[in-house]
């Protein structure tokens, strides 16, 4: 008995020693004090395009885009009431739409990318404190008419409404397997901008939309070129009849090239080339699409170029079609005759100077009104071609009195 009471007494010393060397609070990490500064507002602080900030100030935004999806990668989106901004971060991090947070400014740099100002080196914890959550702004409401204007706040989040997906981007998902997909977003007036989505957002294996209806999005801009970053497919909502009552077309895509990073899969054959032209067709990496043009220094040049497309098989009874957006130019050639520009189908081109094979032409319905101003037109494969392999060629020819540029891009083919 003596014994169990020795052990017990020995039991609840050590209890006591081991409960008094134990801190009633764990020790909590250090959370650092970030002082303000100097506040700016964000109109303020893009005045200041190159700083490499160092006095100590802040600026406070509402997020209105994040990394959640995945569409966009250590950068977010912000907002007050003068204007929006492009946070780009060192790391990723967990700011979600509707946190209200302040910058501290020193350590980053205010620069300007493609014309778009962002806020850069931007560190989420030693830069950013989170203030409030559940802070959405309402998206601005505007016009397809206000990008043509430029008149949309760059980086602001904005809604716009009767608009669809261009004819040919129909059936085909947001992004490329391998790539960034841009799709043409459409008015019933012909006026456009294009829906940037990275293959890495949730979404980008998505089917975009065939209706017509609005869109919320990130008003963005590389250059010239507008561009809306799309935050999630919820606030995409086209279930409505298309422009002028318009069938969306039907069919699987079997075959499609946005000429994103090059020529894809496609051939170049110029049996006609005079000196000083050093190609007929060629990619534009700038703008996304491929070109044709004879016309170099002011001079017209006698040419033919063809941009042939790999072996397609279509199979069945099913008429296919070929859906692409094309653009001719300059203003002073907009009204060359089209003969100069023109769609071709053959079963049994291979290789080598595409003459020496049999082609059938296809008439382009549409060519557009504008200078540049590009528009989708759709074409049926000749049913001849159906169980067939086949391959389709642009075929551009000038002379040494005109010429004139022509472009294509987001072709499609369906069945």
Same mark, same amino acid.
Request: charged share 15%; with cysteine; aromatic share 10%.
């Given at each position: 008995?003596?014994?169990?009471?020795?052990?017990?007494?020995?039991?609840?010393?050590?209890?006591?020693?081991?409960?008094?060397?134990?801190?009633?609070?764990?020790?909590?990490?250090?959370?650092?004090?970030?002082?303000?500064?100097?506040?700016?507002?964000?109109?303020?602080?893009?005045?200041?395009?190159?700083?490499?900030?160092?006095?100590?100030?802040?600026?406070?935004?509402?997020?209105?885009?994040?990394?959640?999806?995945?569409?966009?990668?250590?950068?977010?989106?912000?907002?007050?009431?003068?204007?929006?901004?492009?946070?780009?971060?060192?790391?990723?991090?967990?700011?979600?739409?509707?946190?209200?947070?302040?910058?501290?400014?020193?350590?980053?740099?205010?620069?300007?990318?493609?014309?778009?100002?962002?806020?850069?080196?931007?560190?989420?914890?030693?830069?950013?404190?989170?203030?409030?959550?559940?802070?959405?702004?309402?998206?601005?409401?505007?016009?397809?008419?206000?990008?043509?204007?430029?008149?949309?706040?760059?980086?602001?989040?904005?809604?716009?409404?009767?608009?669809?997906?261009? @004819? %040919? $981007?129909?059936?085909?998902?947001?992004?490329?397997?391998? =790539?960034? &997909?841009?799709? +043409? !977003? /459409?008015?019933?007036?012909?006026?456009?901008?294009?829906?940037?989505?990275?293959?890495?957002?949730?979404?980008?294996?998505?089917?975009?939309?065939?209706?017509?209806?609005?869109?919320?999005?990130?008003?963005?801009?590389?250059?010239?070129?507008?561009?809306?970053?799309?935050?999630?497919?919820?606030?995409?909502?086209?279930?409505?009849?298309?422009?002028?009552?318009?069938?969306?077309? @039907? %069919? $699987?895509?079997?075959?499609?090239?946005?000429?994103?990073? =090059?020529? &894809?899969?496609? +051939? !170049? /054959?110029?049996?006609?080339?005079?000196?000083?032209?050093?190609?007929?067709?060629?990619?534009?990496?700038?703008?996304?699409?491929?070109?044709?043009?004879?016309?170099?220094?002011?001079?017209?040049?006698?040419?033919?170029?063809?941009?042939?497309?790999?072996?397609?098989?279509?199979?069945?009874?099913?008429?296919?079609?070929?859906?692409?957006?094309?653009?001719?130019?300059?203003?002073?050639?907009?009204?060359?005759?089209?003969?100069?520009?023109?769609?071709?189908?053959?079963?049994?081109? +291979?290789?080598?100077?595409?003459?020496?094979?049999?082609?059938?032409?296809?008439?382009?319905?549409?060519?557009?009104?504008?200078?540049?101003?590009?528009?989708?037109?759709?074409?049926?494969?000749?049913?001849?071609?159906?169980?067939?392999?086949?391959?389709?060629?642009?075929?551009?020819?000038?002379?040494?009195?005109?010429?004139?540029?022509?472009?294509?891009?987001?072709?499609?083919?369906?069945?």
């Amino acid at each position: 008995m003596l014994k169990n009471k020795f052990s017990l007494a020995i039991i609840a010393a050590f209890m006591l020693f081991v409960s008094s060397c134990v801190k009633d609070n764990l020790d909590t990490p250090p959370i650092p004090t970030l002082p303000i500064g100097e506040v700016y507002t964000i109109s303020e602080l893009i005045t200041k395009t190159g700083t490499q900030f160092v006095d100590t100030a802040s600026v406070y935004g509402t997020v209105t885009a994040d990394e959640a999806s995945g569409n966009l990668y250590k950068t977010i989106y912000i907002e007050d009431a003068t204007g929006a901004l492009n946070v780009r971060m060192t790391a990723t991090s967990g700011m979600r739409v509707g946190d209200y947070i302040r910058v501290y400014l020193p350590g980053t740099v205010l620069s300007k990318y493609g014309g778009m100002h962002q806020l850069d080196q931007v560190h989420p914890d030693n830069n950013i404190v989170i203030l409030a959550n559940a802070k959405d702004i309402e998206p601005e409401l505007v016009t397809m008419a206000d990008f043509a204007n430029n008149s949309v706040p760059v980086a602001k989040l904005i809604r716009l409404e009767d608009v669809q997906f261009n @004819t %040919g $981007d129909l059936g085909l998902p947001y992004a490329e397997l391998d =790539g960034y &997909g841009q799709r +043409t !977003l /459409e008015d019933c007036d012909g006026n456009s901008v294009i829906v940037r989505t990275s293959n890495y957002a949730s979404f980008a294996k998505h089917i975009i939309p065939s209706g017509k209806g609005s869109i919320v999005a990130i008003a963005s801009k590389y250059n010239t070129t507008w561009q809306l970053l799309v935050r999630n497919t919820l606030e995409i909502n086209m279930t409505g009849e298309r422009c002028g009552g318009e069938e969306p077309p @039907t %069919g $699987d895509v079997i075959f499609s090239e946005t000429f994103e990073t =090059g020529q &894809g899969d496609f +051939t !170049l /054959e110029n049996p006609i080339m005079n000196a000083p032209v050093t190609y007929i067709w060629t990619h534009d990496a700038s703008y996304k699409y491929m070109k044709a043009s004879a016309y170099v220094s002011g001079a017209n040049y006698l040419s033919e170029g063809w941009l042939i497309s790999p072996a397609i098989n279509l199979s069945g009874e099913n008429d296919a079609t070929l859906t692409f957006e094309h653009a001719i130019g300059p203003a002073a050639q907009m009204g060359i005759d089209k003969k100069y520009f023109t769609l071709w189908f053959s079963t049994n081109y +291979t290789t080598g100077n595409p003459n020496d094979a049999t082609w059938t032409q296809v008439t382009i319905p549409n060519f557009g009104t504008t200078a540049w101003g590009f528009v989708s037109t759709t074409v049926t494969v000749p049913s001849a071609m159906n169980n067939a392999s086949v391959r389709f060629a642009y075929k551009y020819t000038s002379t040494n009195s005109e010429s004139a540029t022509w472009e294509i891009k987001n072709v499609v083919v369906k069945q």
